[in-house]
Structure formats: structure tokens, C-alpha cells
């Protein structure tokens, strides 16, 4: 058994749920042991939470006790990262009166789904936390699968981050991102400011990883890079890996001897000596430590910044047989990389490169500038992606092809300089009127009510559906009454490649300009995925970087097709 399980076995028990004041209750949870929070508070499948449970977990108890402010976490599936989060933000609304946790999953469904299947059951067996939510549901407190309020008005709240509302939900003190990676990007700032007001302050994120150096692994990198290293009897010391550290039982030996199980022919085992690797965590006859443990590989990270990887590596109940089976059912080698050994993945097979992207260039080009006067070949298609830093396209139908005129980002403190930019810029292209503006919904809610007064039943904003996956919107879905347009995010991307794939579209000569738009297209990246519960087999859309251009080329791209009635979704990729 662990010796940090060890120490908490021979401290006494101590339920901080009682009433507390608001400072006492912030000083407790700073202070108590969130483990022995756990012990003392949860019930799972009817029994209370045991130490004995941490004792086949050796590398969860020190993550769990982990206070980081800024905690970012790869993980593989089935590591129970996503409970350890739930632990985490119950013990705060159980402990703080008037605190508030804000659990953050891609999509409402799976927001829905987590309240059903993790969040109700938690409370339903805990009596400790049964009673502070029943305690507030008789005052007339709130309780349905997205809310729970707990007695001391403490709210427990699943949000989803690819909705119309884009993150602008009430202010919290902690926020989990689950699945980070396919989590709205430009929604992450909106939601991380309701943290701003806090004492506390937590944003925690959570993901099985996908492409190097981007998302939760950019974040990671960023951080202490926690990792769980062995240490052998023979001295070696390192992380356990794969292909390294799972071995081939000899020929002729017997498995149960390599630590695997009769019949197995693989095991895990030491990569300088051999010999099999115990993964618990033990102390030896001088009370050195062997077996597992954490070990910080940046440890002079920014204070308040921590990162972690939990992998199926870990799993004392995952033999090194069964893990080299699974490689056998993932049809992907990238889905195998990411959800079983926690390790991004960069395919071989790259969308567009930019030899793609520049062989659309034509010399007789150059930019067209709207400030010289208007655009008089065709009508106008812009496209704006809001931010800090907000990027424009525009281009217009000519000569029977797409042309780009213009791409600007701006860079202006004030959003009031990037609104009143966008809305000069449409105004000088296309003095006419014969233009269609359709701008970021995510992020630029205040931004586009500003231009829809400007000009009225030209400028849209554009949404992607909230359950991609299910969504039949191949098209896009223009509600003119509302100002609004839906489109379908990966076929739509694949579609925005495709015209330079099969040179639809006419580009500048080359320019440094140029050079920005290029790269924020080749940074896309459409990956392939199977439902391990239905076989389905789908795609989505990962970047590799900066995708800004990329996304406002989309916005002028459906633009230009709602100007001219031509519709290619024929050429989206097979």
C-alpha cells in the first residue's frame, strides 16, 4: 500500500460539512485533505468511498490534493479524471456557502448526460450531500440535471461551450473545461472571465489530448508536467511507455512469473533490465520508495500552474495484454495514440499544404483596396472572426470564379475601433449595397447587434450546430428574420479546402500578408474517428495553430454563396 495511503488511514476522520462561516468555510477547504473529503463523503455503488480504492489508484491521491489555481490535465479514457473533477467541485459547493462551480462540456448532451449518469447519482448516495441539497430544495432552491443549489446558496452548474450564447454565463468561482479539446475555442476566454471576481478563482481543464503542442497538450507543456515514473529494484528509473515498457513474455516461460496473467504473452517490465514492473507504490526494507510516483519534469513552472498526464499506462487493472489488444481495435492509429496512451498524435495525411494554397495565386493580382473606391466587378462576401484580435476576408464572385480581395486583421484595444472597422471596410467595398457581411456569433454578440442596426439584411451571424454529429444542416440554414445562418463546422472546412484543393478560387500574388492567411488554412487538419459504442465512423476538424483566417474565409465563403445561389457542396472531400 501506498505510504501517503498509509498516512491518511492513521488521521482521524473529519466530516468539515457542518455549518460554517464564509471565511471559515473558504480557510477549511484551502486546508482539510481533499481525499479525506472523499472518504469521508462519498458513496459509490452503495458503499462508502475506501481507501482501498486509492490503494488501486497509487497516482491519485497526491493529483487530488493538488490546489493549483491553473491545473491542466491529459488523460486517457476510462481514468475517472472527469469524477475526480466532480469530487473536486463538490467538495467546494459543499464546503464555501455562496460559491459557485461551473462544469463545462463541449455540447449540451453530453452536459445533460453527465448530470444523469455522474452528478445526481454522487448525491443521491452521499447522505451528507443529499441533505444540504434537500435542505435547499425545501427553500425553494434549484435542482435539475444542469443546476443544483446546495444549503448555503451553492450552485453546481453544467454549461456547454458550443451553444448561441458562446460562454456568457453568471460569474463562478471554479470552472472545469471536460474535454477541452473539442471544447469551443472562441469560447474559453468568454467563460474563463466569470472566474475574474473570485478569491478562489480555480480553471481546471481536462482532455484526452489530439494534435501536438495545441490544446491540452500545449497546456500541459506549459505546465509542471507531472508524469508517473517507476522506479525497478535494479536502480532504472523512468516513465512508463509504450512500445518500451511493454515486453514480450519468453518463449516458454511462464507469465504469471512476468506479473501477467496465464495465456498473456505481453507484460510490463523494465526497459534497461527486463524485469517486470510492480505498478503500485511500496517502500523498501531502508524506506526508499520503488514502484510508482510523480516526478515534475518543469517544475519551475509559473506559480499557481500545474499539469498532469493520466494514462492507461497507470491502470493496475489494465494488463499490458489487454492494452496490446485494444491497439488491435482502434481503426485509427491517431484514436488509438489519444485515448488509450494519453499521446497527441500528428497524422501523416495533411489537409492542404501551402504549395496548395500558393499554386492559387495569380501574378496579374493584387490586392484591391476598398478605400480607393468600391469593389464594381461583382458583389461583396465579407467574412469577420471576432476577437481580441479580430481577422477579415473578403472576396467576391468573378469572371465565373471566387477572387480574394482583401484580408486585415485588427489589432485595436478598444472592440469599439474593431466594430466601427468592419463597418467601414463593408461600407467602402460595396457602396451599392451588393454585399453580405457574416461575422463570428461566439464571440461577437454585442459586436454584430451593432452592425445588423448599420445594415439592415445584410449582415449575419453564423452558428454551428450544437450536436454536429447529429446535425443533418449540410447547407447552410439562413433564417434572414433573425440575422442568423447555421452551418455544418467540419463539412463546411472541408469545403473551404476543397476550393483550393481543386483551384476554385483566385489568391494575390504572393505577399507576407498573404503568408498569414495561407499558413491559418494549412493549420486545419480533418481527422477520422469510430463510436466505440455504434461503429459509427466520423470526422472532425482539429488546427494545428492560428485558424483565424481560416474560419473568416468560411464566413465570406458562405457569403458568396448565398450572393450568387451557387452552392458547391459537391466538392467536399470524400
Known amino acids: 500500500m501506498s505510504p501517503h495511503i498509509r498516512s491518511l488511514e492513521s488521521e482521524p476522520a473529519n466530516d468539515l460539512l457542518a455549518e460554517v462561516t464564509n471565511a ?56 475517472e479524471i472527469s ?32 448530470g444523469r449518469e455522474r452528478l445526481n447519482p454522487s448525491i443521491k448516495e452521499s447522505p451528507a450531500l443529499s441533505r444540504r441539497l434537500m435542505s435547499a430544495r425545501e427553500s425553494g432552491g434549484a435542482d435539475n440535471v444542469q443546476m443544483k443549489q446546495f444549503a448555503g446558496t451553492s450552485f453546481y452548474v453544467l454549461e456547454a461551450s458550443w451553444t448561441e450564447y458562446g460562454g456568457r454565463s453568471p460569474s463562478c468561482d471554479s470552472i472545469t473545461f471536460d474535454e477541452y479539446d473539442a471544447a469551443n475555442p472562441r469560447a474559453e476566454q468568454v467563460f474563463a472571465e466569470s472566474t475574474s471576481h473570485s478569491e478562489i478563482g480555480h480553471k481546471h481543464r481536462i482532455s484526452t489530448p489530439t494534435l501536438p503542442k495545441i490544446g491540452i497538450h500545449g497546456r500541459f507543456l506549459g505546465g509542471t508536467q507531472h508524469t508517473w515514473h517507476y522506479k525497478c529494484h535494479c536502480g532504472h528509473e523512468s516513465e512508463i511507455a509504450w512500445p518500451d515498457s511493454v515486453l514480450e513474455v519468453p518463449a516458454g516461460k511462464d507469465p504469471e512469473f512476468y506479473g501477467a496473467k496465464p495465456g498473456d504473452q505481453h507484460y510490463y517490465g523494465c526497459q534497461k533490465c527486463g524485469a517486470p514492473l510492480d505498478r503500485g507504490v511500496h517502500l523498501d ?31 493496475p487493472w489494465i494488463t499490458a495484454e489487454r492494452l496490446y489488444q485494444k491497439r488491435q481495435d482502434y481503426r485509427f492509429p491517431h484514436q488509438w495514440a489519444n485515448e488509450a496512451l494519453g499521446e497527441p498524435f500528428l497524422s501523416d495525411e495533411v489537409t492542404v499544404t ?70 467601414d471596410l463593408f461600407a467602402a467595398y460595396c457602396r451599392n449595397g451588393d454585399g453580405i457581411l457574416v461575422c463570428d456569433a461566439g464571440y461577437g454578440k454585442d459586436r454584430n447587434a451593432i452592425l445588423f442596426k448599420r445594415f439592415p439584411g445584410s449582415v449575419y451571424a453564423c452558428y454551428y450546430p450544437r450536436e454536429e454529429r447529429s446535425s443533418k444542416v449540410f447547407r447552410p440554414a439562413w433564417q434572414p428574420a433573425q440575422s442568423k445562418v447555421t452551418v455544418h463546422r467540419t463539412a463546411t472546412i472541408k469545403l473551404v479546402l476543397s476550393e483550393f484543393l481543386q483551384r476554385q478560387i483566385d489568391l494575390p500574388y504572393r505577399s507576407e500578408r498573404l503568408g498569414e492567411f495561407v499558413d491559418h488554412h494549412v493549420n486545419f487538419q480533418v481527422l477520422q474517428y469510430e463510436d466505440p459504442k455504434s461503429g459509427e465512423i466520423y470526422e472532425t476538424v482539429r488546427s494545428l495553430g492560428p485558424d483565424h483566417y481560416g474560419h473568416s474565409n468560411l464566413y465570406a465563403m458562405i457569403a458568396e454563396e448565398r450572393l450568387t445561389g451557387v452552392v458547391k457542396r459537391s466538392l467536399v472531400l470524400a
Open 285 to 315: 526494507e531502508t524506506g526508499g520508495q520503488y514502484g510508482g510516483h510523480w516526478i515534475a519534469l518543469n517544475p519551475k513552472a509559473p506559480p499557481g500552474r500545474s499539469s498532469w498526464k493520466i494514462t492507461q499506462l497507470m491502470a
Open 354 to 423: 501551402d504549395e496548395d494554397l500558393w499554386a492559387c495565386c495569380r501574378e496579374e493580382y493584387d490586392w484591391v483596396d476598398g478605400s480607393r473606391g468600391p469593389w464594381t466587378h461583382g458583389p461583396i462576401a465579407m467574412g469577420v472572426d471576432w476577437g481580441d484580435v479580430s481577422w477579415i476576408t473578403i472576396r467576391s464572385p468573378y469572371q465565373g470564379r471566387s477572387r480574394l480581395l482583401w484580408v486585415e486583421k485588427i489589432t485595436a484595444a478598444d472592440p469599439a475601433e474593431h466594430t466601427k472597422r468592419v463597418g
Open 83 to 114: 469524477e475526480a473533477e466532480l469530487n473536486h467541485n463538490l467538495r467546494l459547493v459543499s464546503m464555501v456557502p455562496h460559491s459557485v462551480v461551473m462544469h463545462v462540456f463541449p455540447t449540451s448532451k453530453l452536459a445533460v448526460r453527465f
Open 24 to 79: 471559515g468555510g473558504l480557510w477549511a477547504w484551502q486546508h482539510h485533505d481533499p481525499v479525506r473529503w472523499i472518504v469521508s463523503n462519498r458513496v459509490l455503488r452503495g458503499r462508502p468511498f475506501s481507501l482501498t480504492r486509492f490503494g488501486r489508484r497509487p497516482y491519485l491521491p497526491e493529483y487530488l490534493q493538488d490546489m493549483s489555481p491553473d491545473k491542466d490535465t491529459i488523460k486517457s479514457r476510462q481514468m
